[in-house]
């Protein structure tokens, strides 16, 4: 069965700053990885995708992501914080059409 | 873009009410899904459709049904609402397997709370 953790349940970071989201996952297979974004109020929108190639990601937004096999993680970085970055943040792995996700890192901008 | 319509944003039922979610999408996605998100538990999926009138039982099926007559509706149904189904329900859709690099579209979500 396949499972992510996120280990941070709420981050704050000062507006400027870097920010890192951790994701670990377990998965039998090579995994198909997504980082999704929700801000107050909305659904889920996709910030980036992981199937195979360079394991380093890029995205919307500023957001880019890495991908360790030996570490079964996929966390994602950003590196200058925008205050419009506050939201939530979910990690997902499986197969496309069967995604199981995350319990979400909530992200505190500060100014 | 791909739209995922979900009929509404708030809705406030009675507890044993009979409670319909109405979710719509507009490009012709084979796979329709509705996940429960809560604090701290992230979302977890109810039930998934690969097919018109096609579906198959997520993580957390119990109290819900689910139906799909046509390729662009997904329904789901609380056949009689509990207190513990007070929750945000989210609709979501994708290709079916040649369209694995997409991902997923969400729809804006319904808050469903049961008094």
């Known amino acids: 069965a396949q499972s992510v953790t996120q280990p941070d349940i709420h981050i704050t970071v000062s507006e400027g700053a870097s920010l890192e989201l951790r994701c670990n996952y377990s998965?039998?297979?090579?995994?198909?990885l997504f980082w999704y974004v929700q801000s107050p109020g909305q659904g889920l929108q996709l910030l980036l995708k992981?199937?195979?190639?360079?394991?380093l990601v890029q995205g919307i937004k500023g957001f880019e992501a890495e991908f360790k096999r030996s570490q079964s993680s996929f966390n994602l970085r950003k590196p200058s914080v925008h205050w419009s970055d506050a939201a939530e943040y979910f990690c997902?792995?499986?197969?496309?059409?069967?995604?199981?996700f995350g319990a979400g890192t909530t992200v505190t901008v500060r100014a | 873009d791909v739209k995922v319509t979900q009929s509404s944003r708030y809705l406030v039922k009675r507890t044993g009410e009979k409670v319909f979610l109405e979710c719509v999408q507009d490009?012709?996605?084979?796979?329709m899904f509705w996940y429960r998100q809560d604090p701290g538990l992230g979302l977890r999926l109810i039930y998934f459709?690969?097919?018109?009138?096609?579906?198959e039982k997520g993580d957390i099926p119990e109290g819900y049904s689910v139906s799909r007559e046509k390729k662009e509706r997904f329904s789901l149904i609380l056949e009689s609402a509990s207190t513990n189904q007070t929750s945000m329900y989210l609709c979501?859709?994708?290709?079916?397997?040649?369209?694995?690099?997409?991902?997923?579209?969400f729809g804006s979500g319904t808050r469903l709370t049961v008094v």
């Open positions: 997902a792995v499986g197969p496309s059409y069967k995604l199981s």
């Open positions: 979501a859709s994708s290709l079916g397997p040649r369209g694995l690099f997409y991902g997923y579209t």
């Open positions: 459709s690969y097919d018109v009138k096609m579906k």
């Open positions: 490009m012709d996605h084979e796979n």
């Open positions: 992981y199937f195979s190639g360079d394991t």
């Open positions: 998965y039998g297979a090579t995994p198909y």
